[in-house]
């Protein structure tokens, strides 16, 4: 099987920073897009930043200039730097790859169980 796993969430005072990490564990053939979500409360979720499979970084207006996606191929993970926090960036945020697992042909779409960050004004 294959697991995300979030870390680096917590309280944070607006204008700070945090960095967030998922660590993707299995057997794993290939990983094809890693992203971010987040989820505020009362709302759907919303793409954050992504590696697309062209090797593209995509990031939601509302993050660009604040927050980066950095990707360790070799250890299989991704991690997302927040810095210029603000209220809004409170939400759950959640890790998602696009996976083929070994010996198969398909690739599965993963999540995380999320990370909260918080952002106080």
């Known amino acids: 099987q294959v697991q995300l796993v979030e870390s680096g969430g917590g309280l944070v005072q607006a204008g700070g920073s945090l960095r967030l990490s998922c660590a993707v564990s299995?057997?794993?053939?290939?990983?094809?897009?890693m992203a971010w979500y987040r989820q505020a409360p009362g709302k759907q979720r919303e793409l954050v930043a992504a590696?697309?499979?062209?090797?593209?970084?995509n990031y939601a207006d509302s993050v660009k200039g604040r927050f980066t996606l950095s990707r360790d191929s070799a250890k299989n993970t991704v991690s997302l730097q927040m810095d210029s926090l603000k209220p809004e960036d409170t939400a759950v945020y959640y890790c998602?790859?696009?996976?083929?697992?070994?010996?198969?042909?398909?690739?599965?779409?993963?999540w995380g169980k999320g990370t909260l960050v918080t952002v106080s004004s």
């Open positions: 998602n790859a696009d996976i083929i697992m070994r010996g198969y042909n398909a690739a599965v779409d993963y």
């Open positions: 299995g057997i794993i053939f290939s990983i094809n897009t």
């Open positions: 590696f697309t499979r062209s090797g593209r970084t």
